[in-house]
């Protein structure tokens, strides 16, 4: 079986968020495969380790220095590489179109993506992907085994969670509490920057962004900060109802 | 036309589906119709045509139960049946799950989570967050028919008019479910949900136990009529359930007041609540990154404070 595990380069969650031209300035920023996508890559690890034949190939479309989100992913244990680079930013969408591609050329029968990566706040990805090949999808999954060619799991749902069966090929989407993403061992970094990472072109698979981005701005609500000391609950819990119910007239 | 899903729950129509009315409108691109998927659905219909100019109704024991692949086909089905211009569909975990499908099956392009809609020209315009809600994208798409998924929240709640609209049944051509849900864990309150409460009360690690967390966040959420709220943190150490948490990977809130009790204000977190429009903050460490986008707060012993709270509420 192959697996291919989706992976975005975002900005680590703890940097400031910087804008310039328009655009949220990556540059001099610290970058990381985003959390959600080591999920994905631990995910396919585990299966393998509990007993599936698998070869992991982990897949990126991005710029040049995606290729150390990748690398990362190789670290921690998958098998080689694709990076489709370009600088052109996709949205969920069109990018499905390339991964769609992907998977069908390398025959792969599970896919994993982030359930909602920190750079796009986007969810679309994994659900379009599996539109495109025909496939079924679990979202947001937060426990995962495979029985045979059956992935049996847990996946939260609008209210609640619920357990699912589904048959391979399928696309699942991770989240939070999946599983602990393991640190890349040196030997694990040391092997990794041996392993293959195939360069592809985005204009080979003639897709083009459906969204036009026309610009970002950061908007910071100016707030109060009408901040008071405790020591006297009473006094101060009678002050802070007072505003709530007169100045911000949130509560009755 | 302009196609909206109207989501409902427990035989009443969501709140979504107001808001969806409400963008629907601002777009003046005639006629607004609500799709209606479910089994059962005869009263949420004639909720739906108070709201909107015609109502179709999928009324079918097959859409008893919620699948992406199967509301996909059903609103893609009908968006090209009635040459829909735009499909809005509400920002739910559901309706950011199967709205890329019904995209890519039109071969539309998808708008998601907006918090804003314009149409300019024939050109649909656009705001949605990025970045963990930390950065707000404008964005446009210019196609014959554009899937928009709808922040909640985002859009005032439309008015029920007097009129009702006409409701008309489909018939659909359905695929199978291959997503076989075994078995389901629904966390009922009995409190309003949080994706619509107009007060949201939420607790960390900072009331210490769950036992605290009950008396004194949940005292609190029902002493003001508000949904009750959770860190992840508290999540993971199994004191209250997934459905309650609010973040990145837990639901997203825009309440009137969002009161947070013994939080001390991690990113994560901060994204699922810091568009609301008033933050409390309740906290025994001054310098916690909540009081930097907190309105008010108390800087103090939420075990003393809370309750001394709940007193002054009830004069």
Wanted: glycine share 8%; aromatic share 4%; charged share 25%.
């Amino acid at each position: 079986m192959r697996i291919l595990t989706l992976i975005r380069q975002v900005l680590d969650a703890e940097e400031s968020v910087r804008v310039r031209n328009g655009a949220v300035e990556l540059e001099g920023s610290k970058l990381v495969m985003d959390t959600m996508d080591e999920y994905g890559v631990e995910e396919a690890l585990r299966l393998r380790e509990s007993g599936a034949e698998a070869e992991i190939v982990a897949v990126a479309v991005g710029a040049a220095r995606a290729e150390e989100a990748l690398r990362t992913a190789l670290a921690m244990g998958a098998d080689r590489g694709i990076h489709v680079v370009t600088d052109v930013a996709l949205d969920a969408i069109a990018l499905s179109a390339v991964m769609a591609q992907i998977a069908k050329t390398e025959g792969a029968e599970l896919i994993f993506c982030g359930g909602q990566e920190a750079d796009w706040d986007s969810q679309a990805l994994g659900a379009a992907t599996a539109e495109r090949l025909g496939w079924p999808q679990a979202t947001w999954t937060s426990a995962l085994e495979l029985k045979d060619t059956t992935l049996v799991g847990k996946h939260e749902a609008d209210e609640g969670s619920e357990s699912f069966e589904v048959a391979l090929p399928a696309v699942v989407t991770t989240q939070q509490g999946l599983n602990e993403p393991r640190y890349p061992t040196l030997p694990n970094i040391m092997k990794s920057k041996k392993k293959e990472i195939r360069k592809e072109m985005l204009e080979a698979y003639g897709v083009a962004p459906k969204v036009k981005v026309n610009g970002v701005e950061i908007q910071v609500k100016e707030r109060l900060k009408k901040i008071l000391d405790g020591k006297d609950a009473a006094g101060a819990v009678a002050q802070l109802v007072k505003m709530l119910r007169e100045d911000a007239g949130v509560i009755a | 036309m302009i196609l909206f899903v109207a989501e409902h729950a427990n035989g009443k129509l969501s709140k979504s589906a107001y808001e969806l009315a409400t963008a629907a409108r601002g777009l003046n691109r005639g006629d607004v119709a609500a799709l209606v998927l479910g089994s059962g659905v005869a009263s949420v219909a004639a909720a739906a045509a108070l709201i909107a100019d015609q109502v179709l109704v999928a009324d079918s024991a097959d859409l008893a139960q919620y699948d992406a692949e199967v509301w996909s086909a059903a609103v893609a089905q009908i968006a090209t049946e009635g040459e829909a211009e735009v499909v809005l569909i509400a920002g739910s975990r559901s309706g950011r799950e199967y709205s890329p499908r019904v995209a890519v099956k039109l071969d539309a392009p998808l708008l998601e989570d907006v918090t804003s809609l314009k149409d300019e020209g024939g050109v649909l315009h656009a705001e949605h967050y990025t970045f963990l809600t930390r950065v707000t994208e404008r964005v446009e798409a210019k196609a014959a028919v554009v899937v928009v998924t709808v922040k909640a929240g985002a859009f005032a709640a439309a008015a029920p008019g007097t009129a009702a609209a006409e409701q008309f049944d489909v018939d659909l051509e359905l695929p199978k479910r291959r997503l076989n849900v075994t078995g389901s864990t629904k966390e009922k309150t009995g409190r309003i949900a949080l994706t619509e409460a107009d007060i949201v009360v939420s607790g960390g690690r900072g009331v210490g136990t769950p036992e605290g967390f009950v008396q004194l966040v949940e005292g609190l959420a029902d002493q003001l009529g508000a949904a009750v709220g959770a860190t992840r943190a508290v999540v993971d150490a199994g004191w209250r359930p997934y459905s309650e948490q609010v973040g990145q990977t837990g639901k997203t809130v825009q309440p009137k007041a969002y009161i947070a009790v013994g939080i001390s204000g991690a990113v994560q977190h901060l994204s699922g609540m810091n568009k609301s429009k008033c933050i409390v903050a309740i906290n025994k460490d001054g310098d916690a990154p909540i009081f930097k986008i907190a309105d008010y707060g108390i800087v103090g012993d939420v075990k003393e404070i809370v309750p001394a709270m709940i007193q002054e509420l009830r004069k």
